[in-house]
């Protein structure tokens, strides 16, 4: 996933870490700033409420999973 993009699109949308881990059903912050840092894995389940929050098409959270994991398996394709 592409967290700087996630995190750039929740900034410009006016969102603190705060209020989306609040949203999002987390306890306090932390828990939104590892999904949002890519310290645990996007779920279909969070990725649509993400969404949903931030008024943005779905596919612009899973645009940045599908390539970042294409370009990895590439790479590692390439080093073999």
Same mark, same amino acid.
Request: hydrophobic share 35%; charged share 30%; proline share 0%.
């Given at each position: 996933?592409?967290?700087?993009? /996630? &995190?750039? *699109?929740? $900034?410009?949308?006016?969102?603190?870490? #705060?209020?989306?881990? &609040?949203?999002?059903?987390? &306890?306090?912050?932390?828990?939104?700033?590892? !999904?949002?840092?890519?310290?645990?894995?996007?779920? !279909? =389940? &969070?990725?649509? $409420? @993400?969404?949903? @929050?931030?008024?943005?098409?779905?596919? =612009?959270?899973?645009?940045? /999973?599908?390539? #970042?994991?294409?370009?990895? *398996? =590439?790479?590692? $394709?390439?080093?073999?």
């Amino acid at each position: 996933m592409n967290q700087q993009r /996630l &995190k750039e *699109i929740r $900034k410009a949308k006016g969102f603190t870490q #705060e209020q989306m881990a &609040k949203m999002l059903g987390y &306890k306090d912050r932390s828990g939104y700033w590892y !999904l949002e840092n890519g310290r645990v894995a996007m779920t !279909l =389940e &969070k990725a649509v $409420k @993400i969404s949903e @929050i931030l008024n943005i098409d779905i596919k =612009e959270i899973f645009s940045a /999973l599908y390539v #970042e994991q294409n370009s990895t *398996i =590439e790479t590692a $394709k390439e080093g073999s």
